[in-house]
């Protein structure tokens, strides 16, 4: 099924800030709801990562409809750069918690050895 520009509502053909807002709201609000509930530690990396890409999406929608500059497109490639380094530390230390523990869950490995 297609339409045609006329049949879109203005509200949905033009996304604003609002919408914007919006899903960075949620996507902050799932990273933040899996940081809190989850045990697995991947898992509370995958919601740090939503954290992060909810903060990307505000750089990117206020330099949008702000001023039109590149200071916020820059600030989120730097944000990209940081979450990449910060994966593959953190995957190292979740390999070596697994390697020394052979469990993955925060509960489980509670003492650190010698």
Known sequence: MTYSLAQIPQWLAEPGL???LVISA???SLGLLA???????IMVL????????????????????????????L??????ILAA??????????L???QQFHTVNV???STLRE
């Open 18 to 20: 609002e919408h914007f």
């Open 26 to 28: 949620i996507l902050f």
């Open 35 to 41: 940081v809190i509930t989850r045990r697995n530690v």
């Open 46 to 73: 995958m919601g740090i990562e939503l954290i992060l890409n909810a903060a990307n999406v505000n750089f990117i929608a206020f330099t949008r409809f702000s001023t039109l500059s590149l200071d916020g497109h």
């Open 75 to 80: 600030i989120a490639l730097f944000v990209i």
């Open 85 to 94: 380094a910060e994966a593959a530390i953190a995957l190292a230390i979740v």
């Open 96 to 98: 070596n918690i697994y």
């Open 107 to 109: 509960d489980e490995v």
